[in-house]
């Protein structure tokens, strides 16, 4: 079984930074992308960023461009979320997830939950104003 495992997690006030984390563990697998997506208390769960495997080009949405940063670890199947001038808006609970498939061989399908078949348990980001 494939374990994704985040952390990084907490409480922060507006303006400030958090870096998540996330690492596979379990059986090996073909790992074509990672990304990110939160899900805020009311609301559907949404695309953040992601990262390809191969050409290690990144996705953002619109809401995050130009304040987090998506990148490899230097360990195999780590990813990393660099989040900065966060804003309560972001407060949500932020998901690592894992495409094994090749589905996001096309790229619109970065954006989309239906492309990542390994998903993390989820970890708090709270911003307070």
């Known amino acids: 079984q494939v374990q994704l495992v985040e952390s990084g997690g907490g409480l922060v006030q507006a303006g400030g930074s958090l870096r998540l984390s996330c690492a596979a563990s379990g059986r090996t697998f073909s790992n074509y992308a990672m990304g990110w997506f939160r899900q805020a208390p009311g609301k559907e769960r949404e695309f953040v960023s992601a990262i390809s495997w191969s050409s290690g080009s990144t996705y953002y949405a619109d809401s995050v461009k130009g304040r987090f940063t998506c990148s490899r670890g230097n360990a195999k199947n780590t990813v990393y979320l660099q989040m900065n001038s966060l804003k309560p808006e972001d407060t949500a609970v932020y998901y690592c997830?894992?495409?094994?498939?090749?589905?996001?061989?096309?790229?619109?399908?970065?954006?989309?939950?239906?492309?990542?078949?390994?998903w993390g348990q989820g970890t708090q980001v709270t911003v307070s104003s």
């Open positions: 997830a894992a495409d094994s498939m090749g589905r996001t061989y096309s790229t619109v399908n970065y954006y989309y939950t239906v492309s990542y078949d390994y």
